[in-house]
């Protein structure tokens, strides 16, 4: 795994969430697999991976509702791995609301402080300033049922804040909603995050949400983590297949190393950056995105150009999903042509365009079991 720094969000070098070895079996299963993580103070880190990668699991280990198996797990200093639930410092909110029906909003939002034994005027209080704070304000005597989902949302998120917890955990809070009011409520949220500055955990199966919310993500798969980095690392220095599988959409060329910085795959010798210190012939997977495909302004690279036939063409809104077919060879690619490509270009299906596949965009993995020189 690679090294884990602070983001720009950090306001100390030291983390303020520590976990170590942590492991988690259920019988036969483990769900978690000697887990190594720092999160620091006011970062918002997303725990992003397919059902059953174990990320929920880890976030239930955190807060103590699944204590691990193995492994330690500290909190502002502090050794939390075996705390009861009540005794550690956080906030949740659940893909589910979570709400009490049967109480109106303001009493949904005060139930941890009456549990705290809270005065009733600091109850009152606290209650305005949150439902202000997440723009409810006149939503204190309705009933959950007559909110809309979004704003169950937010009632349940006012909730998780209430007695000012030192991390917010957020476990899917938007995947029950439609992806309009996904969209708005993620803006809202973070916005919302970065004010407070509250250290911010949230488990989502959505790139795109952790892509546009997160400090930083963790990518996890079979109860391990694949990487660690800010959104612009995962997403464009991808440290495994995996990765680049599950983040975004990706071109998987399959070749052989003829050179340490080139391959070839299919009757194309693709150039990439850097050196890889394996055998030739070896066998790898070149991966390159649709949109860093480049089909114009060319004239002046000399490596990976090549002459390509149109193929089936898709309007996808923004762009048009584009199959390039690699003239004299086997090797077809997906681009993501823009519009003004298009119209400029007077690309069409039949046509032939030159296509460059930019070297410093190619990432290169050995097939499992090659061994490095």
Known sequence: MQTQTPSA????????????????????????????LDIYPGEFVSFLGPSGCG??????????????????????????????????????????????????????????LV???????????????LLALVGLSDQAMKFPAQLSGGQQQRIALARALALSPGLLLLDEPLSALDARVRARLRGEIRDLQQRLGITTIMVTHDQEEALTMSDRIVVMSRGRIEQVGTPDEVYSRPASPFVADFVGRMNFLDGRLVAPNQANCKGVDLTFAGEMTYAAETQVTVCVRPEDIVVRNINGANTNVFDADVGVMEFVGN???????????????????????????????????????????????????????
């Open 9 to 36: 969000a950090s306001s100390s070098p030291e983390p303020y969430l520590k976990i170590r070895g942590v492991t988690k079996r259920f019988d036969k299963f483990t769900a978690l697999q000697a887990i190594d």
């Open 55 to 112: 990320k929920t699991t880890l976030l239930r280990a955190i807060s103590g509702l699944d204590v691990q198996s193995e492994g330690t797990i500290s909190q502002g200093g502090k050794d939390i791995s075996t705390l009861p639930v009540n005794q550690r410092d956080f906030g949740i909110v659940f893909q589910s609301y979570a709400l009490f029906p049967n109480l109106r909003i303001k009493d949904n939002v005060a139930y941890g």
């Open 115 to 129: 549990s705290a034994g809270r005065s009733r005027s600091e109850i009152s209080t606290r209650v305005t300033e």
């Open 319 to 373: 762009h048009f999903a584009t199959t390039l077919h690699i003239n004299g060879t086997n090797l077809n690619v997906a681009a993501d042509l823009s519009m003004n490509d298009v119209r400029d270009l007077g690309v069409k299906p039949g046509g032939t365009i030159k296509a460059l596949l930019p070297a410093d965009r190619l990432r290169v993995f050995a097939t499992p079991g090659a061994a490095a020189q």
